[in-house]
């Protein structure tokens, strides 16, 4: 399948859905059967962490683990392992010129002249006729490994978002390409100083509470500037940093005055996001569970239960998740079941808040 020439910038190719019982395991057509969400498996356990003392009461929600690859699995390369390569150039993805400005680090996203935004005009489009709760999943650590990059694009549905990390490779613009391809959102993720930092390094370019509000900016703009064609950006781990108004408010007031969403991890219960965001009227979009902490069939699947509760409740919940094999394995045989139990797989950005809305 070519996908160099894409009509539009905010074109998406529709994938034929497979037969009953089948999902595809790539963007070709060769298929695989899955298993059933509830059919009896063995447990399959992701290397264990290290101990670490939790940081929030709820565990559930508790991001700075998945968020950060610090649970289960760990990528390919780390942040520190890794040399940082320059953004690689597009392959074919045609992007909207007007919404990107040059910048000594690359192109930065911006609202165009007339008024257009990046997380209007790259968002996935989505209708909810019947109005049905709304279930929005975040994947992210992207990037950093090929295997677990290619298998989230391809396998997943077009509706789950994908969250990059600016660390990534030099396919990062290609990636991009193709998971806008296959209908996906696009995320940047935003390395922010965690609680246990410096013991826990998220990389090079972290946002930190110790650096001038100048500096951080800096940091934010080099990171902006690793691909296009996002929507808004997560944080990644910054259990401190979201917990500090004078470090976050800055980098918020950026975010949104280039057009772009927030998503809060919630790292910790003591984030100042969703409060400084309504403030200044930036869209954000909170996360309500972490799916794979740990990563187990058994412990995955009930989180996504937990996860259509709230929406039933709500009308509306986002997951979060690693890319973890087990964790693409239960996500893509969940996401073949979840409208039949009455609820619509929504991109996230059909579900942020803005203060007054």
Do not use: C
Not at 224 to 242: A, E, K, P
Request: net charge negative.
């Amino acid at each position: 399948m070519a996908f160099g020439a894409l009509a539009a910038a905010v074109g998406y190719l529709v994938l034929t859905d497979p037969p009953a019982g089948m999902a595809e395991s790539g963007l070709g057509d060769t298929v695989i059967a899955l298993p059933s969400l509830t059919a009896p498996a063995a447990e399959t356990v992701a290397p264990p962490p290290e101990p670490k003392a939790p940081e929030t009461a709820d565990p559930a929600s508790n991001a700075e683990g998945p968020a950060g690859g610090k649970s289960g699995a760990a990528p390919a390369e780390s942040p520190q392992q890794a040399a940082i390569p320059p953004p690689s150039p597009t392959t074919g993805l045609t992007l909207d010129p007007a919404l990107v400005e040059p910048s000594a680090f690359g192109p930065l996203p911006r609202v165009a002249p007339d008024g257009r935004r990046p997380r209007d005009v790259y968002a996935r489009p989505f209708n909810n006729p019947y109005e049905r709760p709304m279930i929005a999943v975040i994947v992210t650590g992207l990037g950093l490994s090929e295997a677990a990059t290619n298998a989230a694009i391809q396998e997943l549905p077009g509706e789950i978002t994908l969250a990059f990390s600016p660390y990534a490779a030099s396919r990062l613009n290609e990636w991009i390409e193709l998971a806008r391809a296959a209908g996906h959102e696009t995320l940047l993720s935003l390395p922010m100083e965690p609680e246990s930092y410096p013991r826990d390094d998220p990389g090079p370019h972290t946002l930190l509470t110790g650096l001038q509000s100048s500096e951080n900016l800096e940091r934010l703009r080099w990171m902006l500037s690793r691909f296009t064609g996002y929507v808004g950006v997560i944080d990644d781990q910054g259990s401190r940093f979201t917990a500090s108004e004078g470090a976050m408010l800055p980098i918020l007031g950026e975010i949104g005055r280039r057009g772009l969403l927030y998503v809060d991890s919630r790292p910790t219960d003591h984030g100042l996001v969703p409060a400084l965001a309504d403030r200044i009227g930036l869209p954000r979009a909170v996360n309500d569970r972490v799916i794979d902490n740990p990563a187990t069939r058994n412990s995955i699947d009930a989180r996504l239960a937990e996860v259509e509760e709230i929406a039933r409740r709500d009308g509306a919940a986002i997951a979060l998740a690693f890319h973890y094999p087990v964790t693409i394995e239960r996500l893509r045989a969940w996401a073949r079941q979840v409208e039949a139990r009455g609820f619509v797989l929504a991109p996230v950005s059909a579900v942020v808040s803005t203060a007054g809305q």
